[in-house]
């Protein structure tokens, strides 16, 4: 959680500076998407803070990006996601499950199996591999499983 506190006469300059360069990183002038929506947020966080009034500033239109938060405008608060599940495609679950329920599977054959089930997954042996260690280390009891021999 943001602290907000009025900046003293000092910082406030500083801040102000800081909030307008921040604004200034837009794609027009050069910056990636992702790094405009980065500086869009940090001011915005920054406003919010310091409880400047967001109307004092020239603001961009919010960057394009498939990236960052759903915000809009200056002074949005942030929503933590509602669910786990809104945030992925359910690839680690599925891999997960089937470690667990198919022990005699090899882990390239479940990387198969959860990229036929989930449309645009490119799971892979290596990632299934990196579940299995990620269960071992929770504490879940699972098989051990061997590389099938050539």
């Known amino acids: 959680m943001t602290k907000t506190k009025k900046p003293t006469a000092r910082e406030l300059p500083l801040v ?10 837009t794609e027009a002038n050069g910056c990636t998407p992702g790094e405009a929506a980065a500086a869009f947020e940090k001011a915005e966080e920054l406003v919010a803070k310091y409880k400047l009034d967001p109307d004092t500033f020239r603001w961009p239109s919010k ?3 498939p990236f960052g938060s759903a915000r809009s405008g200056p002074g949005a608060s ?3 996601p509602t669910t786990a599940s809104s945030r992925g495609r359910g690839i680690g679950r599925l891999a997960e499950r089937l470690i667990v329920e198919h022990p005699d599977w090899t882990y390239r054959r479940i990387a198969e199996e959860v ?3 989930i449309e ?3 799971a892979s042996e290596k990632s299934m591999r990196w579940y299995a260690s990620q269960m071992r280390k929770r504490g879940d009891a699972i098989s051990g499983r061997r590389k099938k021999q050539a």
Do not use: F, V, W
């Open 78 to 80: 942030k929503q933590p």
């Open 115 to 117: 990229n036929r089930q």
């Open 120 to 122: 645009g997954a490119t």
């Open 63 to 65: 960057p394009s990006t």
């Open 16 to 25: 102000k500076r800081r909030i307008e360069a921040l604004l200034d990183k």
